[in-house]
């Protein structure tokens, strides 16, 4: 017997996530809903508790393509026997991080190919997904042929598949949903656009909210059963207005003028996607339709802009998702009739012409803001058990490491993809009229080799001098500018970076090696100067750094200083000896490096360019520190 899922209607809080995922259910075609937020804030725990609640699908025994009775996929053969129709569940299929392609796409059904069919599909996580909910847990850590898979299907609503001689397609439309934690890193543009709605969740501050929860909890876990059975009243009744409010929906209108003031409210917030208008505009109506509602107001499409627009507008590098309150709060004022901004509560629809002037008014397309040209950055992979990670940055070195995404034809293969090579020996044997019951035998035109995630991603440690000798506004500024440009970098090719600042007496780990590069310019921005330069400290520490991270990430070194080091690691040490003894112990490591000299005045000693030189590491100057100079020579170092 499966344990109930905690119950939709139990959940405390967190209103605009239930109402995400309700819309997703009065409209399947939204596209679904990305849930961000914090670990341990019921992300999951709402995104299966919906299936409860979801009227139920009507469907025919045993079909595996998830058909709509009377229109079944060309394949389908169950669904071509006219059998009876029943209601089922709403299709809820998970999708792991680790799938092949061939999971989520499908493959060859070998049983089917021995007996002569050359288009014998097994279906695969697509096929079971369609006219129900794809759910991804930790979405922004999905590998790039996975995200690439999924951009097709939800492009065009048709899973093709064309693996060894098999040429099939089926209808694959699903709602997407999505859960991530940002300290992970964000999510590629493109997904980010496929889906229609966000929702930023957080844990309640309220201390009597959060007991609540708890309470909650404990008491599902100690009797599931009998806790859902104490909300099958809510979890009925929502079912019901579920299910109204899909009936409801055809007959929901929206006016011109709320259509107007949609793409109003888009250009003002720079959103380039023309997809956001069209979702906003399905979004409002589904907010009606819940709401029991035939006729769209203004505040149905302020709702939908908050949950459309946060992850589509033009954003700066690292500026975090959302929306200006009070500039939405500004342009739905303007864009209300003269009677209605004095209060009387009239309807936008019965002032159509004023609406539009005010929508027509200061409208105009905002051009992509230009954030720099960011070069690649390219880290040689060391042989040295380094793993293969879902980064886009360097070619692995190991043709055998990594993750297998798919098979080719290969008739000495390094790596034997057997199931590929069975399948290639099925179907040659059937085309050829061999009799059932023969021995299979493999030729070498049947062999298959593996192919593997061929990218991996980079561990980018800054190590920045924040000392008095660093402290001068001007540098810093000039140096923060310049960190900026590899940072946008960084979170377009998905490394992963690390901060260490050193300063006073002592340096400092500011940040773990982690995905999230608006966590690493937050520590920078955030950084303290001030006091002595302990640089031994800091390559000392850096030197732990890279070891504790073996085996993760190729690392590439970008350190920040003059060089001007006055703390040794040793009472009675000499700083400049011990700095330049552990540069060539990281110059030993083959470590890639980068040192940006930010040594100013007259009279300079040199030090950042004789570092530099002990690390084997092109050395700039703060006058050259520019995006575009640090780029092009970043760019030409790894290159070597």
């Not at 921005?525 to 750094?545: F, I, K, N, V």
């Not at 040490?573 to 005045?601: F, K, S, Y």
Request: aromatic share 2%.
């Amino acid at each position: 017997m499966s344990v109930p899922l905690f119950p939709f209607s139990a959940i405390v809080g967190q209103p605009q996530l239930k109402n995400a995922l309700l819309l997703c259910a009065v409209d399947t075609t939204l596209g679904g809903v990305l849930i961000r937020g914090d670990k341990g804030t019921a992300k999951s725990t709402a995104a299966r508790a919906l299936t409860a609640v979801l009227p139920p699908v009507e469907r025919i025994a045993g079909c595996a393509f998830n058909c709509l009775p009377g229109q079944p996929a060309e394949h389908c053969a169950v669904c071509r026997n006219d059998a009876k129709a029943i209601s089922a569940n709403v299709p809820f299929v998970t999708l792991p991080l680790g799938a092949t392609e061939d999971r989520v796409l499908g493959t060859l059904d070998l049983q089917r190919a021995l007996k002569g069919d050359q288009n014998a599909l097994q279906p695969g996580l697509l096929a079971a997904a369609h006219r129900g909910i794809l759910y991804i847990d930790e979405v922004n850590l999905l590998p790039d042929h996975l995200v690439d898979v999924l951009l097709d299907v939800a492009a065009m609503g048709v899973n093709s598949v064309q693996r060894e001689g098999l040429s099939v397609s089926h209808p694959a439309r699903f709602t997407l949903i999505g859960t991530m934690n940002l300290e992970e890193g964000d999510l590629r543009p493109q997904l980010l656009d496929r889906f229609g709605l966000m929702v930023e969740v957080v844990a309640p501050r309220d201390k009597k909210l959060r007991a609540d929860v708890v309470r909650r909890r404990l008491a599902y876990e100690a009797d599931p059963p009998a806790y859902a059975a104490q909300w099958s009243d809510e979890q009925d009744a929502l079912r019901v207005r579920i299910a109204a409010a899909q009936t409801l929906l055809p007959q929901v209108v929206l006016s011109d003028a709320l259509l107007d003031l949609i793409s109003h409210l888009c250009c003002e917030f720079e959103v380039a996607s023309l997809r956001a208008d069209i979702v906003m505009h399905k979004t409002a109506r589904a907010f009606a339709a819940l709401d029991g509602r035939a006729q769209v107001t203004p505040d149905d499409v302020r709702a939908a802009a908050e949950l459309v627009l946060p992850h589509r507008r033009r954003r700066k590098p690292f500026e975090q998702p959302g929306l200006d309150q009070d500039k939405l709060d500004d342009l739905m004022q303007q864009a209300m009739p003269p009677e209605q901004q004095e209060g009387n509560g009239q309807d936008q629809s019965d002032s159509p012409s004023d609406s539009n002037d005010q929508s027509g008014d200061g409208q105009q397309v905002f051009a992509a803001a230009n954030v720099g040209d960011a070069r690649q950055l390219k880290v040689d992979a060391p042989v040295n058990n380094v793993s293969t990670l879902a980064g886009r940055r360097s070619d692995t070195a190991d043709a055998t490491r990594g993750r297998m995404i798919r098979a080719v034809p290969d008739s000495n293969p390094a790596s034997l993809a057997v199931g590929a090579t069975l399948r290639s020996a099925v179907l040659r044997s059937a085309a050829e009229g061999t009799e059932e019951g023969t021995v299979l035998q493999l030729q070498t035109g049947d062999l298959h080799g593996k192919v593997k995630a061929g990218k991996t991603a980079n561990l980018i440690l800054f190590v920045v001098d924040a000392s008095g000798s660093m402290a001068a506004q001007r540098r810093m500024e000039a140096v923060k500018g310049a960190v900026l440009a590899l940072l946008t970098d960084v979170y377009q090719r998905r490394d992963q970076v690390a901060v260490i600042g050193f300063r006073g007496d002592k340096a400092s780990l500011l940040l773990a090696p982690t995905r999230s590069v608006d966590l690493a310019e937050q520590g920078l921005r955030e950084l303290p100067t001030g006091g002595r330069t302990p640089l031994p400290h800091a390559l000392q520490l850096t030197l732990q750094t890279l070891e504790q991270s073996a085996g993760v990430a190729p690392p590439l070194l970008v350190l920040l200083s003059d060089g001007k080091g006055n703390v040794a690691l040793e009472s009675g040490g000499d700083p400049w000896r011990e700095t330049l003894a552990l540069a060539e112990q990281l110059a030993a490591r083959g470590t890639p490096a980068l040192v940006l000299d930010t040594e100013t005045g007259y009279v300079r000693l040199g030090r950042a360019a004789q570092l530099a030189q002990a690390l084997g590491a092109e050395c700039m100057t703060l006058e050259e520190l520019t995006a575009d100079n640090l780029a092009l020579t970043i760019r030409a170092r790894m290159a070597q």
